[in-house]
């Protein structure tokens, strides 16, 4: 794979080649009719979720979920009904977990052919593969999948055009807010990736995903404004770190010695480094954790840095293993196909 992706790179010169394209929402919704529900099919480290409410919002709809599980029929029969009548959106997530409420989801879309639903309606779905899963549905619906992004590079990118906006740049007047945000999503990056390695990466095969880093930036961000409006010069990192690895991270983790690697990442790159002046930086601005020794570089203060991160990026050298905290002689083996990522 590694080879192939090098010769079609040597060969058409163009990165787009051998990068994995992503769906495009809203040229999927332009497809769309109130009769034709969106089958989201989840991928491990993939959840259209965020994607779907930051749609609903720049178009101005409302967006009502519900995450399927024991007792969630009740709830979720309702907000379709509302929603088919009131002209929303309606998100129902996990729906595997509840297969016999789809088979009353397909007869519902059966009869609204003919009550007509309101033209603003839609229905989006979010489900693993479900052999019982309801074939009129399927044929009716718009399906598509979105994979977990493979590389530094492309976990960046995704992270950068995907989850992050203008909004999220400019929720704390700071400089120091936009450097913690690219670390954060960095972080991401970094934890997703090592799943490539297997129990290398890590023991147990966590399936951590857009949802976790989300809410690691909510909560950042939460923390910045309060540290903004006291004035004071330095978030609290034992809680932030805290709060990352042991609570949102760590919520999924159950092996110790993962509990302890995520600790280890969390503290070489939350900590007051990050907020170094560039006057006190080295020329080529790394900063470099006594503890771990991994290098990563952090993009300039600018307000649109973060659209930028893919460029700042480690380069295609030995130091990418210290980026993942993998040692050489176990992942030499796996080098090659890393590097092509990047």
Known sequence: ?????????????????????????????????????????????????????????????????VSMGQGQEVVARKLVVNAAREGHWVL?????????????LEKFLIDAKTNEPHNDFRLWITTEPES?????????????????????????????????????????????????????????????????????????????NASDLVTSIQFAQNHMIDMHMKRLVQPDWPTLRYMISTIIYGGRITDEQDRALMDAIVDC???????????????????????????????????????????FCPPLSISLIAVLFLQMSKVFRNFGELLTSF
Request: aromatic fraction near 8%; charge should be neutral.
């Open 1 to 65: 794979m590694a080879a192939s992706q090098q010769f079609v790179l040597e060969v058409l010169k163009d990165q787009a080649f051998i990068e994995p394209s992503k769906p495009e929402l809203e040229d999927v919704f332009v497809s769309t009719n109130p009769l034709c529900p969106i089958v989201c099919l989840l991928s491990p480290g993939a959840d259209p979720t965020k994607s779907i409410e930051e749609m609903a919002k720049k178009r101005k709809t409302k967006c009502a979920s």
């Open 92 to 104: 129902i997530q996990n729906a595997h977990l509840s297969v016999p409420y789809l088979s009353e």
């Open 132 to 208: 019982s899963f309801p074939l009129g549905i399927l044929y009716s619906s718009i399906k598509l999948t979105n994979e977990a992004p493979s590389g530094m590079r492309a976990s960046l990118r995704s992270i950068s055009y995907e989850l992050i906006s203008q909004e999220n740049l400019e929720a704390v007047p700071s400089k120091e807010w936009r450097r913690l945000l690219f670390v954060l999503c960095y972080m991401h990056s970094v934890v997703q990736e090592r799943r490539r390695f297997g129990p290398i990466g890590w023991n147990v095969p966590y399936e951590f």
């Open 269 to 311: 790159y939350l900590n007051e480094s990050i907020f170094v002046s560039p006057q006190n930086q080295t020329s080529d601005k790394k900063l470099r954790s006594s503890n771990l020794m991994t290098v990563f570089h952090i993009p300039g203060a600018k307000p649109g840095a973060i659209m930028l991160c893919m460029e």
